[in-house]
């Protein structure tokens, strides 16, 4: 992007947006600047910002706005591959409303000239205590830019001259003149209510897509939510098959040590004493099997009350434990694709138990999928198998876990196609 602040263009201005609120402004040839990766912004770092490009007049007068998006990567340069010219666009715009000197040029994502940028624009708010118009308007008052600010010399065509053929229509001519002003302000009020009209249209379509979002984001939530209940009650039912074949093996073991006593009993009168001691022995040992399984389930009720009673009781006081809960201390821990993230003092034990899982319940994915895209985020190579080791071609990284797909994302275009 080429900026120029000559004194017979006029000034060109950037201001950057944090919800309604001008938050930071820029002379357009600073921007270039950014643009070119001299600087950067360490505190718009991994931000997707929301700008508008104003070119001004002399005598600081907005002659046009373009509102544009820009992304800063994580060492706070703006991306490379943003080429949105934003001043030829200023040239090109559709009329907007009037800011003090007529309609401005407006470029924005309802009213873009050039449908391929339609994605980098967004549409300005209109609503009252949060219009973006009269943000930018009195930002450019304010003057933080110290821009030099020279009156526009009037035209010669504004000059009255004294000419007789003139006299007969000057009754006439400023109701003409009011007339024509009340056409340009009622052409004026019907542009203001389509743009008006189409920013609320946008506004709706974008809320539209962040709840279809967000939904997506619960359904998926729910969906491992009940993907892992699943995996507990097929747990749970094996085990539970487990303790029955067990059992049923014990019932079979005790029946045929009753044939075999019988049997015995039958074919050997004399050894019926001691064949009686030994079951009787078996049946003790059985019953004290039975006594010891009993204890060992109690033993683990009271084991498992324990933990709960621990995990509810309130720390000693004069404990390290203690002071952080009263100080309603925070532990801040950074994970890839969750960033950093603020656990409260009542989910440290849950943390500490299980950070991966932990994190992944964040992202709102399984432990498994999340250690999968973990890998391919710390190696991003194709990890097919060549000749019993990985191909190790290096891949573009995924940085978001749920944009990752195995299978594709962390193979090369060549084991893509084998696969």
Request: charged share 30%.
């Amino acid at each position: 992007m080429a900026t120029s602040e000559k004194a017979d263009d006029g000034y060109s201005a950037v201001f950057f947006m944090e919800g309604a609120q001008v938050a930071r402004h820029m002379r357009g040839s600073e921007f270039g600047a950014f643009l070119d990766g001299y600087v950067g912004l360490s505190d718009l770092a991994d931000t997707d910002v929301r700008a508008v490009y104003a070119g001004l007049a002399p005598d600081l007068k907005i002659l046009s706005l373009v509102f544009f998006r820009i992304y800063f990567d994580e060492e706070g340069r703006a991306d490379s591959h943003w080429n949105v010219p934003i001043e030829r666009l200023s040239e090109i715009g559709a009329k907007g409303p009037d800011l003090g000197s007529g309609p401005i040029k407006l470029v924005c994502r309802s009213l873009c000239p050039e449908p391929e940028f339609v994605n980098d624009l967004w549409d300005p708010n209109m609503t009252p205590g949060s219009n973006t118009f009269q943000a930018v308007r009195r930002a450019v008052e304010a003057n933080q830019l110290k821009f030099q600010k020279r009156e526009v010399e009037a035209g010669t065509d504004d000059i009255p001259v004294l000419n007789a053929s003139v006299k007969r229509p000057q009754a006439v001519e400023p109701e003409n003149a009011e007339g024509a002003q009340q056409r340009m302000r009622l052409a004026q009020m019907i542009r203001d209510q389509r743009l008006r009209i189409k920013t609320l249209q946008s506004v709706h379509r974008d809320a539209l897509s962040d709840l279809q979002r967000e939904h997506r984001h619960e359904f998926q939530i729910q969906r491992n939510e009940l993907l892992d209940a699943q995996q507990s009650l097929e747990r749970l039912r094996l085990t539970n098959e487990q303790l029955k074949r067990r059992l049923e093996e014990r019932n079979e073991q005790y029946l045929s040590l009753q044939l075999e006593l019988n049997s015995a009993r039958a074919s050997k009168e004399a050894q019926q004493e001691a064949v009686s001691a030994e079951v009787v022995l078996l049946r003790e040992q059985l019953e004290r099997k039975q006594r010891e399984l009993e204890l060992r389930n109690d033993q683990i009720v009271l084991l498992e009350q324990e933990r709960y009673d621990d995990a509810q009781r309130e720390p000693l006081e004069d404990t390290l434990l203690s002071e952080l809960q009263q100080q309603n201390v925070f532990l801040v821990a950074y994970h890839p694709g969750m960033g950093h993230i603020t656990l409260p003092f009542e989910e440290f034990e849950h943390y500490f138990e299980n950070p991966v899982g932990y994190i992944a319940r964040k992202c709102g994915m399984n432990e498994p999928a999340y250690r999968q895209w973990l890998a391919h985020h710390d190696d991003p190579t194709c990890q097919a198998d060549v000749e019993g080791s990985p191909c190790g071609q290096p891949l573009i990284r995924v940085s978001q876990p749920s944009d990752f797909r195995p299978g594709i994302d962390d193979l090369c275009e060549a084991h893509q196609v084998a696969e």
